[in-house]
């Protein structure tokens, strides 16, 4: 069993107000997933797996979006 740090568990979950900079780096993201997503919905049939690879985008931008958020 992995034993978390209070420091880890306090920065996991608390609000993180983006530093200058940071705007600007989701924003980049935000817009890089939101393409991947269109070209996924043209190229995609529509079945579980596209619903699947559009669901794993948006958890993929999240964990990018925190790992900038609870480390910079």
Known sequence: M???KKEQIE???SYHT???GQTDKYNSLRNTAKNLAYTINVLCPESREKSTAITKLEECLMWANK????NE
């Open 18 to 20: 983006p530093n200058e």
């Open 2 to 4: 992995i034993s978390l």
């Open 11 to 13: 920065n996991s979950f």
């Open 67 to 70: 790992s900038i958020a609870v």
